[in-house]
């Protein structure tokens, strides 16, 4: 029997039946059918499901679900599900994606370190004032989170001539980029960095990590780049931070809500730059072929992937 997997998500007709393509046109061992478009009952048996922003209870009505591919990197909204309902629970590992972001953390601290906010301010004052260049390696730029993106991102600021330092979790050597962990690495970074670029996963222990005793303690006039999630920020405490002088400027591509609304603060801050969650989309086809190679796999070898592990909750 040739075997369906659900596809489920919330993301549009026009983009789920995208994905669909896509995926099929990568697949040998089954055909990906959309879950809303099927009768449940079709799934009953099924032990794999393809997700991009599902409905958990969607996952719910699937008793036999050994495992599940998103086809996005960030997982959070999925842990709790995966863990009561014990699948295991597989993210979008795609190099290809991992250079795009890195794409983004190179752009925005050049974007910081070449003062384009100020300028821009100038222009909206008809000011000509020229502002001290200083050299990439004057530059310190942290970067929280040394996974797949954030030590694609280390690397390229690296290669661009900037000073870089990571901090992540458990102690790592990344291919000669320092790297720090725990509370007093945190620290220590917010202290020397004249950029932080965020690329953390969201978890219980770095909810609000960004918070106002660690902006009071960093080096005077520091920015920060978000690419990771929204809530990593304490909002309140970065607006007064910015409006202390103790950050200098906020380049924000992830919210606590999005789209960011009408009414927030950040939209007219001088000191922030509003971007709509685009540093590194899915790629369709690259993360086609590596969900479509996982999905083979298990149908010929029977071999789940390497999964989050659902108590660090990435
Ligand atoms: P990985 O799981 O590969 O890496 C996570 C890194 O964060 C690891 O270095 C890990 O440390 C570190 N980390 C986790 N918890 C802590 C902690 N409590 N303290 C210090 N360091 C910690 O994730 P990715 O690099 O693939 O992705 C990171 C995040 O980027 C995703 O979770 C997602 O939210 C976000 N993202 C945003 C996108 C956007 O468009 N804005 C697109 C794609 C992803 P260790 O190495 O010790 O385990």
């Known amino acids: 029997m040739h075997v369906k997997i659900p596809f489920i998500s919330r993301i549009g007709a026009e983009e789920e039946e995208a994905w669909i393509e896509a995926l099929n046109k990568e ?82 601290t050049l974007y910081l370190h070449r003062s384009i906010p100020k300028y821009r301010q100038q222009q909206n004052k008809k000011l000509w004032i020229k502002r001290k260049l200083k050299q990439p390696s004057e530059c310190t730029v942290g970067v929280l989170g040394m996974g797949a993106l954030g030590h694609a991102a280390a690397e390229r600021l690296r290669a661009n001539g900037f000073k870089v330092v990571g901090w ?16 007093s690495g945190l620290l220590e970074v917010f202290s020397m960095a004249n950029i932080v670029v965020i690329l953390l996963p969201l978890t219980q222990h770095t909810l609000r990590i960004i918070n106002k005793p660690l902006l009071t303690k ?35 591509d992830v919210f606590d809500n999005e789209p960011l609304e009408q009414s927030h603060p950040y939209w007219k801050h001088p000191g922030v730059t509003v971007l709509p969650h685009v540093s590194a989309p899915t790629n369709k086809s690259t993360a086609a072929k ?17 999964e989050v592990d659902s108590q660090l909750g990435y």
């Not at 599900?81 to 890195?102: C, E, G, I, N, W």
């Not at 992540?168 to 509370?183: A, P």
């Not at 190679?293 to 071999?303: K, V």
Request: charged share 20%.
């Open 27 to 108: 697949l040998s061992s089954c055909t990906v059918v959309s879950y809303s478009k099927s009768r449940s009952e079709e799934f009953s048996l099924s032990e794999v499901a393809l997700v991009a922003n599902p409905n958990p209870q969607d996952l719910r009505a699937l008793p036999k679900l050994r495992w599940v591919q998103s086809l996005w990197s960030g997982v959070e909204a999925l842990i709790e599900t995966a863990r009561s309902q014990d699948f295991a629970l597989v993210r979008m590992k795609d190099p290809q994606l991992a250079q795009t972001m890195s794409e983004a953390a190179l752009t925005w």
């Open 218 to 252: 960093a080096n005077p006039g520091i920015s920060i780049i978000n690419l990771a999630r929204g809530q990593v920020i304490d909002e309140e405490a970065l607006l007064a931070a910015l409006d202390d002088g103790l950050v200098d400027h906020a380049v924000l």
């Open 168 to 183: 992540s979790r458990t102690e790592r050597e990344s291919n000669g980029i320092r790297c720090v962990c725990g509370d």
């Open 290 to 306: 590596i969900a479509a190679l996982n999905i083979d796999r298990y149908f010929s070898e029977g071999a789940v992937p390497t």
